[in-house]
């Protein structure tokens, strides 16, 4: 049996393959429950199962530990056991967090394909934590952007970043200090913080263009990274309907609140891959919410494997 470790997976992940691997395997689909929550005194258990019939079946097993810090350790573990669906035979174990960065990224920017303008050029990133960069790397490759503008709490961190993507990337990334002055003018604005209040405003938005606004950082009832304006004036999708209408705060919240609608979520990743989808016209923005779905996971894991299995 194999282990992926992050740093083989840097290279057996290339977002635009990956990203095209997602569009194949929602078109492909798989049998995906549920996550499993459990207490471990302080800590958190998180079970991650999917499966596609005669091929392969996958499992995540994430710790989240509030306590890791005081030892230097990341709060969040995660691994990614693969195996045969038909056999149960284990094939490899993957980094959990690295797998999980990218296959977020890339599932941002696969939806970004089929609802942002083909046209876009400038993207806002609204966080600076790890699945940052990751997720303006992933927009760049279905994009063809030319500004990229970077906020965080902190603006040394933005800075940081900024200047890291600026040796990697042909667009020209900026860190900034106040987000308003720049949501106005930006085609993508993608969130990937543990906000609780909204960090984005629907007052901020260009009310004369339709723009794409992409939510991954929130997962609980509780956390919220847009505010009702923002959601109220758009056309809305999601990753998977399951997760999302089960523990996103982003849509459970305006719908709890009267603001919208079960109904008003048109369709997740499984409607936009389908030959069915067309792009709204209707001049509202779209917007795109993920909280994550073990299919995913799946999905990279085995092209992992194969890559590496190839190479």
């Given amino acids: 049996m194999k282990y992926l470790s992050k740093e083989l997976l840097e ?7 990956l990203i095209d691997a997602l569009n194949e395997g929602f078109r492909r689909g798989g049998n995906t429950p549920l996550r499993h929550v459990h207490k471990v ?14 091929g392969m079946m996958g499992l995540k097993m ?32 993957l ?11 890339c599932a941002s920017a696969l939806a970004s394909s089929y609802l942002s ?15 940052a960069p990751h997720l303006i790397r992933a927009h760049s490759s279905v994009r063809d952007l030319k500004e990229i503008y970077i906020w965080g709490r902190r603006f040394e961190q933005a800075e940081k970043l900024a200047k890291a993507l600026n040796n990697e990337l ?9 987000p308003s002055k720049y949501a106005n003018i930006c085609d993508i604005i993608s969130c990937a913080t543990f906000a609780n209040e909204p960090i984005l405003k629907g ?7 339709p723009q794409h606004i992409d939510l991954v950082g929130g997962y609980t009832y509780d956390m919220r990274e847009a505010d009702n304006d923002v959601i109220a004036c ?7 309907f399951s997760g999302a209408l089960s523990e996103a705060g982003d849509i459970l919240r305006p719908i709890d609140e009267g603001i919208i609608s079960k109904d008003d979520v048109l369709g997740d990743l499984f409607d936009l891959v389908s030959d069915n989808f067309k792009r709204q016209a209707n001049g509202k923005n779209s917007f795109f919410k993920s909280v994550g779905t073990a299919l995913e996971d799946l999905i990279a894991a085995k092209l992992g494997f194969d890559n590496y299995r190839n190479n």
Wanted: with cysteine.
């Fill in 11 to 17: 290279t057996l992940l290339p977002y635009p393959e």
């Fill in 203 to 209: 007052k901020w938005l260009n009310s004369d263009k």
């Fill in 41 to 54: 005194g302080k800590n958190s258990l998180l079970l991650m199962p999917s499966w596609q019939q005669g």
């Fill in 170 to 178: 042909t667009a020209t990334v900026t860190a900034i200090k106040d």
């Fill in 234 to 240: 758009s056309n809305i999708y999601v990753d998977a």
């Fill in 62 to 93: 994430t710790m989240v530990c509030p306590d890791n810090g005081k030892q230097g350790l990341d709060t969040i573990q995660s691994t990614y056991i693969l195996s045969d669906a038909t056999t149960g035979v284990p094939k490899a174990i």
């Fill in 95 to 105: 980094d959990g967090d690295e797998l999980t960065f990218r296959r977020t990224a």
């Fill in 117 to 131: 303008t083909r046209q876009a050029k400038s993207m806002l990133m609204m966080g600076t934590g790890k699945l």
